[in-house]
Structure formats: structure tokens, C-alpha cells
């Protein structure tokens, strides 16, 4: 019943994107979704074959999709792990939802020289779309990152006898209540899950939930996220102190925590940088809404090099501010969006808050406020005392600490990026055994 009712809503979507086309805001980029189409020359003559894997032949593809941009970083980590005899001949294609993950996407593939790669936003998951998109890009495995499980998408693969994968699985108590509560959505995920060949989850918690439900094969590996991140690169590039405080990926709903964390900083520490980095960065409606509400506080629009006070409206900023910051706020946690990315904040070394609202950031937020190096505040009230008493002892008394945080912050990276790196070459390792196989069972 779930899943006929999902079909339904994706034929009113479909129709609804195509025939609002000429009116939809060109950030959404509805037109490009709705392009199945591959680029002349790219996935059909990948190791110069001929026609696609649909007809006998194997297909050449390798399609792999993430989310967003934290994912993306993730996903491209990954394939650089992938061996030589995996991608020789064969055509990487990535897709995401968002333009921020996309930018992230299309840099690395224009880096690729030995390696041919392509990058594009995701097809909407609809039926017909998911078809067409599998055969015009000659796929031959389906590659899904975190919780990206489009049914659509699986069901074609599926159809088409095309391998999927799903890596860096995660599955907590809040996807456990959304996807699987109630016996309908239960057994409609169950239908689902049959589709996949094999998964590799990020602890073992979510590998006994996902066998709880029937998916097939599941390992334990790590959060992928973890490739992305070098823990030899120095934790900051200055010798000047950190100094500063960044709100990062922060929503509407969270403005209230936010307005009285920065109200209690101001007070005690009039001086101190702060930083806001809205969720949605590309949307100048929402990034006025924050910076209208914090005016009062003396924010303005900009980079944040503009002033102390800065609402950031543009991407590709949040790296270079988390390694000037001596604290950062990691938003989505204090209304219930499940919590934003971990691990930019904890590559940049820097002192970490987290709010009350974190379950999709459970598995990496529990072992770092073990070793202190998070803070999970319980409410707002908590969070404003913490930064006031950080923001009142200055960066320069605060020097010693934040070094010493620092190098804690490297040797949990190592850890992390050690255990990445043994479940990527284990996920490397079942995509080359699973393409292998369904090699054979194409020949004629």
C-alpha cells in the first residue's frame, strides 16, 4: 500500500515538473532531473565497446549516488579507493540532489586524468525515469550512500538485473521510526531492501536493525565520511590563535537557540567573531530572514572576512572560517533535522556543540563526547553558557587548551580514516566480485 501510494505521488510529481518547467526558480534545476539522456561519447564507448550492457553485452557504468555535499566528499573519497581492475574499463558516473554536492562532484571528476569520470544531479525517482536513465547510461551496478534509498531507482535495477549496493549505511532509531514504523511502511521497506545485493552499514546497531528487516548480505564498515579527511594535514595553517565562533548549516526553526547563544556571547565577550552559515546558503530569502533577525546583534551579509558579525550567503566558506574559529556550532540539532556534518569542525580541530537533536550524527557524536571533544548541550540555555564561558577567556588565555584539543582531534581522524579505508577496500572488493558475476551471467 505504501509503496502504490509512493507511485502515485511520483506520477503527480512528474507531471507537475514537467508542466511547471518554464516557471520553476533555475536553482532547482528541474530540467536537468528530467534529462535521462547520456552525453554523446560517454558511457556507451566507455573501454570502447559498442552499445550498452541491455542488449548481452555487460554495461560499463558504475553509477554512484550521495545526497548532498558532506556526502559527496564521502563518495568521491571513495571511488579514489576503488582499484585499477574495478574502473579500468569502465565509466564512474556520480550523482547527487543538491548544487553544492554537485560543484563538489564535477571538481574531482575534472581532476580525473586516468580514470573517466562523470557528474550530474540525480534523475527523479520515478519508474519510466529510473528505466531510461539505467539503460541510456549503460549501468551496471547502482552504488547508494548513507540512506539514500530510492525505490524507483532500486526496482529498475532490479528489472534490468543491475547490482546494487548500499555503503556507509545508516540506519538509526530516527530512519528506524520514519521508514519502518508501523507494519505498512515496514513491509513496503522490506520490498525495498529485497532489492539490494549487498550492504555495508556504519555500525553494528544498524547492521542488526537492517537484518531485523530482511536486507540480504550485511557487513559492518565505518562512515565513509572518514576517506574524505587526511589526519597528517596540520589541524590549522596559522600560528595566530583561533578566534571566533561558527554556526554552522543552521535552519529557520533553530533562530530562537541561535538568538540567545549569540546574545550570551556578545554579553560576555563583545569582541568575539561570529560566524552564521545558514542551511541553505544559495537561497538569498533565507539568508536575509537570518540576517534580518540577528541585525539587532550587528550582522550584515557577506563573507566571513566581511566583519565580525557575518551572515555567510555563499558556499565553499565554511572550511576556511571552522580553522579561524576556536568553537563551532554544528546546526540541524536544535529542532529536529537529525544534525548536520561532524567532521569539517573536527578536521579543523576546533571545539564542537551539538544540540539535543543529533540521531543522524549518533554514531560519530557518542565516541568524540567520550573523549570530550563535543559538547551536547541538552537546550539552548546550555549551549549559551558554554560559548559565553569560551568566548570570556579569550583566544589568547585559551591558546594552551585549544592545541592540546587539536591534537586529540588528529588522533581520532586517524582512527577514523584508518577504519574508512578498511571498509572502503572491503566495499571495493564485493563491487569488483558483484560486477564480475553479473558479467558472467550477461555473456551469451
Known amino acids: 500500500m505504501v509503496l502504490l501510494l509512493y507511485r502515485i505521488a511520483a506520477e503527480c510529481a512528474l507531471w507537475v515538473a514537467r508542466a511547471g518547467r518554464p516557471v520553476w526558480p533555475e536553482r532547482w534545476r528541474v530540467t536537468e532531473r528530467l534529462d535521462v539522456s547520456a552525453p554523446a561519447g560517454s558511457a556507451r564507448d566507455a573501454g570502447g565497446h559498442e552499445g550498452g550492457g541491455r542488449n548481452g553485452r555487460a554495461a560499463n557504468t558504475i553509477w554512484l549516488h550521495a545526497a548532498s555535499l558532506g556526502e559527496c566528499k564521502g563518495l568521491r573519497a571513495l571511488v579514489e579507493t576503488f582499484p585499477d581492475t574495478l574502473v579500468r574499463d569502465r565509466m564512474v558516473l556520480l550523482t547527487c540532489n543538491t548544487r553544492a554536492g554537485l560543484s563538489e562532484l564535477q571538481a574531482f571528476a575534472a581532476t580525473r586524468k586516468t580514470l573517466r569520470v562523470r557528474a550530474r544531479l540525480a534523475p527523479l525517482d520515478h519508474p519510466r525515469l529510473a528505466r531510461r536513465f539505467i539503460e541510456a547510461h549503460d549501468v551496471g551496478a547502482l552504488v547508494l550512500y548513507e540512506l539514500e534509498l530510492w525505490p524507483h531507482w532500486i526496482d529498475a535495477a532490479r528489472a534490468a538485473g543491475v547490482p546494487v549496493l548500499w555503503v556507509s549505511a545508516r540506519f538509526a532509531a530516527r530512519s528506524r521510526r520514519r521508514y519502518a514504523g508501523g507494519p505498512l511502511r515496514r513491509a513496503a521497506l522490506r520490498r525495498v531492501l529485497q532489492g539490494i545485493a549487498w550492504t555495508q552499514t556504519q555500525t553494528e ?140 569542525p573536527l578536521r579543523a580541530g576546533t571545539r564542537m556543540f551539538i544540540g539535543p537533536f543529533h540521531a543522524a550524527q549518533e554514531p560519530l557524536a557518542r565516541p568524540l563526547a567520550a573523549r570530550g571533544l563535543l559538547t551536547i548541550a541538552r537546550n539552548a540555555d546550555e549551549l549559551a553558557a558554554g560559548l559565553a564561558s569560551i568566548a570570556a577567556r579569550g583566544c589568547e588565555a585559551d591558546g594552551d587548551a585549544a592545541a592540546a584539543h587539536r591534537s586529540a582531534c588528529n588522533a581520532f581522524l586517524r582512527d577514523a580514516r584508518a577504519n574508512a579505508e578498511n571498509a572502503a577496500r572491503a566495499a571495493g572488493r564485493r563491487l569488483e566480485s558483484v560486477l564480475r558475476k553479473h558479467r558472467t551471467q550477461q555473456m551469451p
Not at 550582522?299 to 566571513?304: V, Y
Open 205 to 344: 546497531a544498524d547492521a542488526a536493525a537492517l537484518t531485523a528487516l530482511g536486507c540480504g548480505p550485511c557487513e559492518t564498515g565505518s562512515d565513509l565520511k572518514g576517506l574524505a579527511l587526511r589526519a597528517d594535514d596540520p589541524a590549522t595553517a596559522d600560528d595566530a590563535p583561533a578566534c571566533g565562533i561558527a554556526f554552522v548549516s543552521f535552519h529557520a526553526d533553530e533562530l530562537p537557540a541561535l538568538l540567545r547563544a549569540v546574545a550570551a556571547v556578545a554579553a560576555r565577550a563583545p569582541e568575539t567573531p561570529l560566524w552564521v552559515f545558514p542551511r541553505r546558503a544559495d537561497d538569498p530569502a533565507a539568508c536575509a530572514a537570518f540576517a534580518s533577525a540577528l541585525s539587532p546583534h550587528g550582522f550584515t551579509l557577506g563573507a566571513p572576512d566581511a566583519g565580525s558579525r557575518v551572515v555567510v550567503d555563499r558556499f565553499g566558506a565554511v572550511e576556511s572560517a571552522l580553522r579561524r574559529a576556536h568553537a563551532a556550532v554544528i546546526g540541524g540539532s536544535f529542532a529536529d533535522h537529525g544534525g548536520h556534518n561532524l567532521w569539517e
